[in-house]
Nanobody, 126 residues
Framework: EIHLVESGGGSVQAGGSLTLSCTGS????????MGWFRQVPGKEREGVAA????????SHAGSVRGRFTISIDHARSTLYLQMNDLKPDDSAMYYC???????????????????WGQGTQVTVSS
């Protein structure tokens, strides 16, 4: 059974930083393309960042580019999202997801993913 478990969420003031982690099990983590999404109640889930299985091709949504960095550690079966200069608009439930990218669909498109974690809450106060 595939498991994706997120951690690292919390409450932080604007301008602060958090690092989210997502540990995977039950599948070949090293072969999976991975992504981070976020969702605010009442709104659609938004793709934040994605990285291919090689770990060499990250991509980030325009709203977080320059502030967030996705990375992956295959030895630890863990996906990370380093979040700097956080803003109140970044407050959301953050989810990690695993899939297999199909070009030319953008990597941060929700349709690229089949397995999802339960999420970790990030709250940024002004």
């Amino acid at each position: 059974e595939i498991h994706l478990v997120e951690s690292g969420g919390g409450s932080v003031q604007a301008g602060g930083s958090l690092t989210l982690s997502c540990t995977g099990s039950g599948f070949a983590f090293e072969d999976a393309d991975m992504g981070w999404f976020r969702q605010v109640p009442g709104k659609e889930r938004e793709g934040v960042a994605a990285i291919d299985s090689s770990g060499k091709t990250p991509s980030h949504a325009g709203s977080v580019r320059g502030r967030f960095t996705i990375s992956i550690d295959h030895a630890r079966s863990t996906l990370y999202l380093q979040m700097n200069d956080l803003k109140p608009d970044d407050s959301a439930m953050y989810y990690c997801a695993a899939g297999s990218f199909v070009r030319p669909v953008p990597p941060i498109a929700e349709s690229q993913y089949v397995d999802w974690g339960q999420g970790t809450q990030v709250t940024v106060s002004s």
